[in-house]
């Protein structure tokens, strides 16, 4: 089956630590992006690549790190610089330059011990 | 900066009644409009995309319209079951950009 894929589906992180959410996709996309959602708000962008390699900054990078080494794979690393984590983690997926819409994966929820 | 407004916030109607939902944005200069299904704890999952071109999109009991010029664009949902219970999100990219700027979403009841 294509899809998008994310692990864990819950993830707890200690003060000061470092924890990396896995995004996987088998669909061929370009490109991938990460959002983070809270409680009664609108998703938030925090980064998008549109090709392997290349990554640009959303509106809420500060604190988070990603890498795009294979097309694939967008791994996103919620740093300790991170001060209030605690969210609901979306990775999505879509061919770029066509208009296509955007593919979503299940969401990781990250929480703070 | 976009901003997009999604009224009402929450919604109840009786299973068989037809909605509309609303969706607004600040800047006309879009590049295509989405709405989005989100079931609580879920991922989200494209219901209707338009282009900045197109007037509406039809998928089964759903009818998307876009106004570009006064920053609207509404859902409708027809004949209403429970399985529709859910909240509602519409999204904006913008011309010349890669991102989607999301609206609070409408979270709608369908009671049986």
């Known amino acids: ?9 819950y993830l707890f992180r200690k003060e000061g630590q ?15 992006y990460w959002y983070r959602q809270d409680p009664g708000q609108g998703l938030r962008l925090i980064y998008y690549s549109q090709i392997v390699n290349d990554f640009q900054k959303g509106d809420i990078a500060e604190g988070y790190s990603v890498s795009r080494e294979k097309k694939e794979s967008f791994p996103l690393t919620v740093t300790s610089a991170q001060k209030n984590p605690t969210a ?7 061919i770029e330059g066509s208009g296509e819409t955007q593919y979503f994966g299940p969401g990781t929820r990250l929480l703070v011990l | 900066k976009q901003e997009v407004t999604q009224i009402p916030a929450a919604l ?3 299973e068989g009644e037809n909605l509309v939902l609303n969706c607004s944005f600040t800047d006309s200069a879009i590049y295509n409009l989405q709405w989005f299904r989100q079931d609580p704890g879920k991922g989200l999952t494209s219901l209707l995309l338009i282009q900045s071109s197109q007037r509406e999109q039809t998928s089964g009991r759903l009818n998307a319209s876009l106004d570009k010029s006064s920053g609207r664009s509404t859902l409708y949902i027809a004949a209403s079951q429970p399985g529709d219970s859910a909240t509602y999100l519409c999204a904006v990219r913008g011309a010349g950009s890669y991102q ?5 979403g409408t979270k709608l009841s369908v009671i049986p």
């Open chain 2, 12 to 14: 109840s109607v009786p």
């Open chain 1, 88 to 94: 609901f983690y979306l990775c999505a997926s879509s």
């Open chain 1, 18 to 32: 470092n924890v990396t959410l896995s995004c996987e996709q088998n669909l061929n996309h370009d490109a991938m």
């Open chain 2, 100 to 104: 989607l700027t999301f609206g609070k």
């Open chain 1, 1 to 9: 089956d294509g899809g998008i894929t994310q692990s864990p589906k």
